[in-house]
């Protein structure tokens, strides 16, 4: 149980455990051994941190703790994707899925409970907003995945030693860059050598377009960016993602265009839900080949996952093969995002949200992963 003098290392990037130490008269390099301890090994329990002063060990014991959100369920599907659903307090819950492909392991995070920007299509946004998730609830969802699945391979006869976790993708619940004061170390914690180490590559930050936030994560911590457009002109955007009134395409646009100039790839991903009758002609497909013109990029084109109060419907494969060639004979390249089965809501973040009743979400979480399959194709 958290005690309200109880401070949550997972809370703290670097910096901040830096800080912390020093407040308690330490040198910074214990606050690097902490961290690993804390990030690299899992511990939490402070006594066994060996290399650190006894004095140290009960200090932090009587006023710190590494404390990730709690599990609600767990569940493994067949072909070894996983999904947890997490507790955040007050009856919300968030989810974390982590899908192994053959060369890379990608773990999908969430950053709110709920969504303030209620994109139509999306079963989040239709929850509202609930609140924000805290650094250590986002770090902790890494945290937890990364040693529930060492624990589980460590299970197994012959474990593999490669890493299991290559690439992260914040396409879980809620708009990261709407609740950029923990996203930033949360990320940075990603990246940190002496916490996850992955490279800036490999950690994809998806937004559905807010253009200042896109900047300052250009000038923060440049990651790996994906931009959620969904639409090929402003009336269908502003229909679709309502954040588009703010911030409509040509804005947009333009900041793609100076987020490049500093990303670690040379191209932004553009998702792109395909939506029965509503932008998935071949004119939008055109109209999208003239917008992107001067941004480097790839589209992910993801079947929609309809869920009851949308009104909405996914696209045709046929559909969306040939939206997919009119992309390509662009010279864009496009992939489609696989869905297996044809379940509802249980796409990366479109599963938890208010849980009120936590028996009946675990059962659907449940049914909804061993009658498919997600899977996330990180840029
Ligand atoms: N808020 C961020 C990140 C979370 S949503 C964003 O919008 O980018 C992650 C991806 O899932 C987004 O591209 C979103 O458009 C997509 N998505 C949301 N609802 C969906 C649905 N019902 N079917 C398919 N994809 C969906
Ligand atoms: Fe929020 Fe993303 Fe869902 Fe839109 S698609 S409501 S931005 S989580």
Redesign the pocket.
Known sequence: MTNAETVNLLDFDAEGLVAYCGGLGEKPFRAKQLQRWIHQRGATDFEAMTDLAKSLRSKLATRAEISAPAIVSDNISTDGTRKWLVDVGNSNAVETVYIPEETRGTLCISSQAG?A?N?R???TGKQGFNRNLSTAEIIGQLWMAEFALRQTRAELPAPASERVITNVV???M???LLNYDAVLPALRLMLDDNAYGLSRRRVTV???GVVPMMDRLGADLPVAL?V?L?ASNDALRDNLVPLNKKYPLHELMAACQRYLRVAPRDFITF?Y?MLDGVNDSDAHARELVALTRDVPCKFNL?P??P?PESGLLRSKPDRIKHFAQVLMDAGLITTVRKTRGDDIDA????LAGAVQDRTRLAQRSRDALSSRVIEVHPV
């Open positions: 969504c920007v994109c299509f999306c079963s914040m396409m879980g809620g708009e990261p998806s937004t559905s994906a959620s969904h998702e839900c993801i929609f996952n869920f796409a990366c973040g479109q």
